[in-house]
């Protein structure tokens, strides 16, 4: 094997684990995507949760996902400077611990029933979670053969979707009671008085499951500090890359990265869309949150039989980037269906109109656009990994735009209406996957040779 010591920290190079480092280091990894999930998806439940308890409209309770996701684009880039500094077990330890100030941020703004202090909690959330994602998402893509990196970002992706299906169900069943929709019912027709105790009451339900929560982040920070997790040294190059990459003086010199970059964009605000709207979606046809607050995890669900399929058909049966171009086609042709398919179906008990169906369906046509466009983005980078995953970290901002933009059209509109906005997401995302990824020069002159090949695409 072969060691190399900096600044103290341990550095195993790329390729030389074995079975059993890569083993152990996939559960570690895994254990740290279900607390992704955990904390990511329970803000389908935060956002109507919010919108009750604090008075809001569409636009403003979807400042839920933009406080948590523009943390991303804000704090990508010092999260890369932080890990080259103390290495990745110790920036994810510190990434935890910032996370762990952002949920107890949840209590004095439970106790004053201030919707800017929930904000900030999850600003800070988000924060530390852009230290993880930093560090995870390249740590798991370059940690195989990369081949194999949809199947082993479809693993992490169970471990994250298993723990979104969890969570909107079991903070529901802490924060609602069964005689809430009676409740909610007759607030419009409460006095001032009596309505602020009620919302009170409410919103200071997530102070003992976010002190909870708090106390269990910082004790899985420490644990991964002294866990047996090893360090991965992205700087060393290949003589072909180290050859290939020689005139490369910044991230703007690969195309395909840019490219997949606003790809990811794309991605997650389509995907923050079809589970973090499901529920209000769910309560312009008439049905109560008690009720609703299962398609969050219906979403999550086909996500991961997406993940499952990923698993078992790649690559033996098909190639990584055949997938990417299914995906991102089922993605637009549901979401016309969301607009256009029209009667009421009873599924899995539940009345609806058939398209809110088409928005659990976007989570299969989701599932594997992330694993596929990373392997993509991130290939013969070489040095210029770290700072390019960040870059497809900063992305992640997209998840704090859309839903932004789609409380603003429903306002305007109607939340059906407002789902035209992922068409266009789609139509971005089949041009990456079809042809986007190959672009390895800016210059389309005739002769011009190309800076950097291809070795994922067939």
């Not at 308890?53 to 932080?82: D, G, H, K, R, W």
Request: proline fraction near 4%.
């Amino acid at each position: 094997m072969s060691i190399k010591t900096k600044k103290s920290i341990v550095q195993v190079q790329v390729g030389t684990l074995s079975g059993r480092e890569t083993t152990i280091s996939m559960l570690i990894l895994g254990s740290l995507f279900f607390v992704f999930g955990f904390i990511t998806w329970v803000n389908a439940i935060l956002i109507p949760y919010f919108k009750i308890a604090c008075e809001l409209t569409n636009f403003q309770s979807y400042l839920v996902a933009f406080a948590f996701y523009i943390s991303y684009f804000l704090m990508s880039v010092p999260s890369s400077y932080l890990l080259k500094a103390v290495g990745f077990k110790k920036g994810i330890m510190y990434g935890l611990w910032l996370m762990a100030i952002g949920v107890l941020i949840f209590i004095p703004a439970a106790l004053s029933r201030t919707y800017e202090i929930f904000l900030i909690g999850l600003f800070t959330i988000g924060s530390g979670l852009a230290i993880l994602q930093t560090a995870a998402n390249p740590y798991i893509t370059i940690l195989g053969h990369k081949e194999r990196a949809v199947q082993r970002i479809s693993m992490m992706g169970i471990c994250n979707k298993g723990a979104g299906i969890l969570a909107p169900l079991l903070f529901a069943s802490v924060i609602f009671k069964v005689t809430d929709n009676e409740l909610l019912q007759q607030l419009p027709f409460m006095g001032e008085i009596q309505k602020n105790e009620v919302l009170d009451e409410l919103i200071r339900r997530v102070i003992v499951p976010y002190a909870i929560l708090g106390v269990a982040l910082i004790g899985f920070g420490i644990f991964i500090r002294y866990s047996p997790l090893p360090e991965i040294d992205t700087e060393q190059e290949s003589p072909e890359l180290l050859t290939l990459n020689a005139d490369k003086k910044n991230l703007f010199q690969f195309p395909y990265l840019i490219l997949g970059v606003l790809a990811i964009f794309f991605h997650v605000g389509t995907q923050v869309i079809a589970i973090d709207t499901i529920i209000g979606y769910a309560n312009s046809m008439g049905i109560q949150i008690m009720e609703a607050k299962v398609f969050p995890s219906y979403t999550l669900f086909s996500t991961i039989v997406g993940y499952v399929l990923g698993i078992i058909l790649i690559p033996k049966y098909i190639s990584q980037v055949n997938v990417l171009r299914i995906c991102t086609s089922l993605g637009a042709i549901f979401t016309l269906l969301i607009i256009y398919a029209f009667g009421t179906r009873t599924i899995l008990g539940h009345t609806a109109d058939i398209s809110i169906w088409f928005v659990v369906l976007l989570g299969l046509a989701n599932s594997l656009v992330w694993a596929g466009i990373w392997p993509l983005a991130l290939n013969n980078l070489g040095r210029f990994t770290k700072v390019g995953s960040s870059a497809l970290i900063m992305a992640l901002c997209g998840s704090a735009l859309f839903p932004l933009l789609y409380g603003y059209v429903a306002d305007i509109y109607n939340v059906r209406s407002a789902y035209w906005i992922l068409f266009p997401c789609y139509l971005y995302l089949m041009f990456y996957a079809f042809y986007g990824h190959k672009i390895s020069y800016w210059s389309l002159r005739r002769g011009k040779k190309p800076v950097a090949k291809f070795m994922m695409s067939k």
